[in-house]
């Protein structure tokens, strides 16, 4: 069962009043978003699969522990890798609290479905961003021959003769999880599936070249159309899966950079999966230079300017980058609106960049307004998201005084030892227990 242990602790920072006093090198983690869609594949595989480059965080080890919960053999063998082999699983039971607590859980229904016919599962949990419905998962199913009934707040969906169908499918809203589990579900079905207007996240296509390499058949991952051609279990024969540098820590850490660096070299990381954020901070005025693998941040000539964010489905403005653009843009010259386009609960977390004495005026739940630069003031603060999180104790870095973030443990979900890395370059920055 679940062994969280910092539901009580909290993060203490000394902001510096946007003196920039950081500087160094921060390497990036392997990315949350691919590790745990690799964990779940492990369900198509017979033999055992190797998982190097996994990050050690919160939801990682939940992962961990539902494979291990269904039956299968999880074993964390060095501080990054893991070995699974789920040929002992016959539970098809998805454990109620584990999947409330991360809505990542849902990418198992689908591998679970496929491999045994039959899936149960709760609604899952996770980051409060708004209702996350989960409607176009049970739609794919449905077609694939999967019916679903829920009953006592389980879902419980099973395949007509124990097997999927080959289909095609039209997302009429881009999903990435919802195109992994589908992709996924495809790999164990009978015939052809063909997914249109699929997300084009770099973590689907690295999830899809690594299934391939161990027998999968599936074409295009990384456009809008992915065709699966569907057989039997893969086989990892040793084949060891690397996860891929996160995008979305390399690109917070490039805009801690871009307000509290004098310079901040940001190490093993895929610049190309982060275009669109360092194009929008060179023309703010950002000094910025890519190198194959990394990026270095330097301190601006004059205060950078203020632009308008629209999130979007990759290769777009990432929505998980959005709350530290955010900060970012309270420390900017002029006026500029931020909207959210994927979640509705997303902006809420500004009512206390307010309060730190940013001036953010909300026009409805999907769009603000930002007036920089202003000076923020160390408060207490409690992340709704672990995106959110870290964008709080970005704020507390620029901020005048001390801020106090709680909640860590959504901050842990995705970053790992985040203090001791950002200790590193100069933040000061404790984690206390209550
Ligand atoms: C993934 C990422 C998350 C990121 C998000 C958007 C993981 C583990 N998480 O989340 O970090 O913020 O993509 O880039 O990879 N939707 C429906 N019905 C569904 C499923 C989704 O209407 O059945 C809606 C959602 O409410 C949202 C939009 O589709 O408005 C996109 O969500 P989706 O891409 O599915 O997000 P996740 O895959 O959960």
Redesign the pocket.
């Known amino acids: 069962m679940s062994s969280v242990r910092n539901g009580k602790e909290m993060f203490v920072v000394q902001g510096f009043g946007g003196k920039r006093k950081l500087s160094g090198r921060l390497a990036v983690s392997g990315a949350?978003?691919a590790a745990?869609?690799a964990m779940a594949a492990t369900l198509l595989f017979s033999d055992t699969v190797k998982l190097n480059n996994v990050p050690d965080i919160e939801d990682v080890k939940r992962m961990a522990e539902l494979l291990s919960d269904l039956g299968g053999d999880v074993k964390k063998v060095g501080a990054h890798s893991y070995t699974i082999n789920t040929k002992g699983i016959s539970k098809t039971d998805l454990d109620h609290t584990l999947s409330k607590r991360m809505?990542?859980s849902i990418?198992l229904t689908g591998p679970i479905l496929a491999r045994f016919g039959k899936v149960s599962f709760p609604h899952p949990g996770g980051c409060v961003?708004?209702?996350?419905?989960?409607?176009?998962?049970?739609s794919g199913f449905k077609e694939m021959g999967g019916r679903s009934v829920l009953r006592k707040g389980r879902y419980r969906v099973s395949a007509r003769g124990k097997k999927l169908k080959g289909i095609e499918f039209f997302f009429r809203?881009?999903?990435?999880?919802?195109t992994e589990t589908l992709m996924m579900s495809a790999v164990l079905a009978e015939g052809k599936t063909t997914l249109k207007n699929a997300?084009l996240?770099p973590?689907i296509e690295h999830l899809a070249e690594f299934l391939n390499s161990c027998g999968a058949k599936i074409k295009g991952a990384g456009t809008s159309t992915i065709e699966i051609t569907g057989g039997g279990m893969l086989r990892a024969r040793k084949k060891v899966y690397t996860t891929l540098p996160d995008r979305?820590e390399a690109g917070s850490f490039l805009i801690l950079g871009a307000i509290a660096a004098r310079r901040l070299e940001i190490t093993k990381c895929k610049p190309e999966h982060l275009e669109i954020l360092t194009t929008l901070l060179k023309e703010s005025g950002v000094p910025i230079s890519i190198k194959k693998g990394s990026i270095v941040v330097r301190t601006p000539r004059v205060r950078p300017s203020a632009f308008d964010v629209r999130t979007h489905?990759?290769p777009g403005f990432?929505?998980?980058l959005q709350a530290p653009m955010v900060v970012y843009l309270t420390q900017a010259k002029g006026e500029c609106s931020v909207f959210e386009t994927?979640?509705e609960g997303r902006l809420n977390y500004t009512e206390d960049l307010v309060h730190m004495g940013a001036h953010i005026t909300m026009a409805n739940p999907h769009n603000i307004a930002v007036k920089g630069p202003s000076k923020l003031e160390g408060r207490t603060l409690e992340g709704p998201d672990l995106r959110a999180g870290l964008a709080f104790v970005i704020a507390g870095i620029v901020a005048e005084g001390q801020s106090i973030i709680d909640n860590v443990y959504h901050i842990d979900r995705g970053y790992e030892r985040i203090e001791e890395r950002l200790r590193s370059i100069g933040v000061n920055i404790k984690r206390v227990s209550r």
């Open positions: 949350k978003n745990l869609k809505r990542s990418i961003l708004g209702s996350r419905p989960i409607d176009l998962f049970l809203k881009v999903s990435v999880t919802g997300a996240e973590e979305i489905e990759y990432s929505t998980d994927i979640f």
